[in-house]
């Protein structure tokens, strides 16, 4: 889950709110605080891709590493001495 979806709604109603703003300076007050939520649900949705990319790569490695024969494996048990 991200958060993503909540940011966008928040700029949403930021840019709702600029709209019906009369006075210029709170409607670009409005209108930036949309542009962050905007920015910030970009970087959640970002964070969220980066991480898929890192877990698959990290199973993908295991995996690997599982296949490949193990380097002291011997077919018999080693004698005691």
Do not use: F
């Not at 006075?23 to 891709?49: C, F, G, I, K």
């Not at 199973?59 to 004698?79: D, G, M, V």
């Amino acid at each position: 889950m991200t958060a993503a979806p909540d940011y966008r709604a928040a700029a949403k109603a930021s840019r709702a709110a600029a709209l019906q703003e009369p006075l210029p300076n709170r409607r670009e007050m409005h209108e930036r605080s949309a542009t962050l939520w905007d920015e910030m649900a970009e970087s959640a949705e970002q964070y969220v891709q980066r991480s898929a990319e890192r877990e698959t790569a990290r199973i993908e490695r295991k995996e690997a590493a599982q296949s490949l024969p193990r380097p002291n494996a011997s077919p018999c048990p080693a004698e005691p001495m």
